[in-house]
């Protein structure tokens, strides 16, 4: 039988305080508590792990006008942080240094003007182009294990092939590909975890792209000059305006940073949820079987909207006394938009602990809202299809090597998947 929770079965439905939060099991599957949240106590003060007191938003509506409020500050600099919580919202490692001034890290009109110039370099076009590529590398990373009969999904799949991508649009060249992939790997086994080899691969990695953009920028005239997206950052101009090295720094890096693990989790997560789903997991082979791109669109915005990689919105600080859903919020106070759980209302989503690839009226919030709206969607969403797709095409009969109690969640805050994904199918 599919692996959803039947209607009225959270388990705790009739509890009358708080559940706990961020323990292991919590990691494993947070929706229950998240619905208590959501019914008990939909605006929810909360100690998070690392101290720091917020504000937790989990409906729908609630979150949705949250994404697009203006008296919320993305700078942190509005966070009225007592001395224990000091840096406890940043990157590890790069709170007050120039990588930080990016666009998860500003509101306008800073905002508006960076991420004009950045939607000039980075099209849908350049997206859409991009395609043969990502096929090619999904294939490639699948040749890696095919004969094999057996894989972990995370470690040769998911995490692979949005680092590549990532970096052969932005222009890093082929040899220098796995130091990047050693350096996010770094960020994303201790994010959260122990500081000084993220924050030692942050530095390696801003010291790298910063001479990569000295390089770049110097052959911009020639003739051999690539139209890769550092490049075209470089280019990009509005009314006379152009990014300054160091916003170029901090844009590549924020495209890293935002477009890497995200798309790692889609990829497991929505891996795993079929896995899960036998039922819809035959409709989506059918559907690639048949080429139904329409079909195949629904699905991984489905497993976005059901599981997706961004449990909670990156930071949010109330510049001024507001409410929110009837809850006084007071200035300075931090506010976390939990999208997971904004993602299961019934109040939005009809039966929404069902998985159903074909739902439509889908407006999730896996990608947020308003002007901080995923910039690198499109990408997201081709590089989902590409990946899910070709893998049950070409290993069709793909069935997960441990039981789903085995497996580990990774205990990050704002994202949400799994450590590992073994699986095993008929060597090809
Ligand atoms: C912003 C989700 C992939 C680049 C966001 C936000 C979410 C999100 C929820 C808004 C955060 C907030 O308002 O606090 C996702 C998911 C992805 C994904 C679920 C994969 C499935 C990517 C990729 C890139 C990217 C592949 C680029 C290569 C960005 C950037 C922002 C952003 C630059 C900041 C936009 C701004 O502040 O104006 N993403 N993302 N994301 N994302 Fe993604």
Sequence with gaps: PDAQAAPGSCPLAGAESPPELFTWEFAADPYPAYAWLRTHAPVHRTRLPSGVEAWLVTRYADARAALADPRLSKNPAHHDEPAHAKGKTGIPGERKAELMTHLLNIDPPDHTRLRRLVSKAFTPRRVAEFAPRVQELTDSLIDSFAARGSADLIHEF???????????????????????????????????????????????????????????????????????????????????????????????????????????????????????????????????????????????????????PVELATWRFATRPLEIGGQRIASGDPVLVVLAAADRDPARFPAPDTLDLARTDNQHLGYGHGIH??????????????????????????????????????????MRGLRTLPVSFTPR
């Design 158 to 308: 998911a995490f692979p092939l949005p680092i590549y991508a990532i970096c052969e649009l932005l222009g890093v060249p082929r040899e220098d590909q796995d130091d990047f992939r050693d350096w996010a790997g770094m960020m994303i086994r201790h994010g959260g975890g122990p500081r000084g080899g993220v924050a030692r691969s942050v530095k390696k990695m801003r010291a790298y792209l910063a001479e990569l953009i000295h390089r770049k920028r110097e052959d911009l005239g020639e003739e051999s000059a690539r139209d890769d997206l550092i490049s075209g950052l470089i280019r990009a101009s509005d009314h006379g305006e152009h990014l300054t090295e160091n916003e170029v720094a901090a844009m590549a890096f924020i495209l890293l940073f935002a477009g890497f693990e995200t798309t790692v989790n889609l990829i497991g997560n929505g891996t795993y949820t079929l896995l899960r789903n036998p039922g819809r997991r035959a409709e989506f082979q059918r559907a690639v079987a048949e080429e139904d791109s329409a079909l195949l669109a629904s699905s991984v915005e489905e497993l976005l909207r059901y599981d997706g």
């Design 373 to 414: 709206y995923c910039l690198g969607a499109p990408l997201a969403r081709l590089e989902g299809q590409y990946a899910l797709g070709t893998l049950l095409r070409r290993l069709p009969d793909l069935r997960l090597a441990a039981e789903p109690e085995e497996l580990r969640w990774r205990g990050g805050l704002i």
